[in-house]
């Protein structure tokens, strides 16, 4: 009866596993990261194309992107965590590669980085519903480093 119950403790022991903030990359375990507001500025960042289909049709969603970016600048283990519309996931992931992670050299002294970002499509109509405090309020996409996409509605 004891190593019944002892086998079964640690069968289930080793069926579960840890949630950890890093993964495995060819550069070794790569950390995750938020950028901070001045390493937003340094990056660059600009927001991907907001897809013609999908704007001409008056649609508006969102999509949230995990990716490593590597010591070398590469940009790699691209995964698409939600998205609303298969073109948006499509236009953020275009997009977070033409970004300049070079400018951030100094913070890559220490492997590769994980980051995770939440591109917002908006289609402004001139009041001001595609502002950044609202888009930062949306919840159907995870993540709180938001990059919004905004287009015009015809």
Sequence with gaps: MKYTIAGSLIVLLLGCTS????????????????????????????????????????????????????????????????????????E??????????????????TGPLKFQTRFEYCLENGSGRCSMNTLLNKTQCSGNDVVPSVGMQM
Aim: proline share 6%.
């Design 92 to 109: 953020a992931q275009k997009v977070i590669k033409k970004w300049r992670w070079e400018n951030l050299a100094s913070d890559f002294k």
């Design 19 to 90: 949630t950890s903030h890093q993964s495995s990359t060819e550069y070794g375990v790569a950390e995750r990261v938020q950028l901070s507001d001045q390493q937003k500025k340094t990056l660059e960042r600009f927001p991907p194309k907001y897809p013609t289909r999908v704007a001409s049709s008056g649609i508006e969603g969102c999509a949230t992107i995990e990716y490593v970016v590597t010591p070398d600048f590469e940009v790699q283990d691209v995964n698409t965590l939600v998205a609303s519309n298969p073109l948006f996931a499509t």
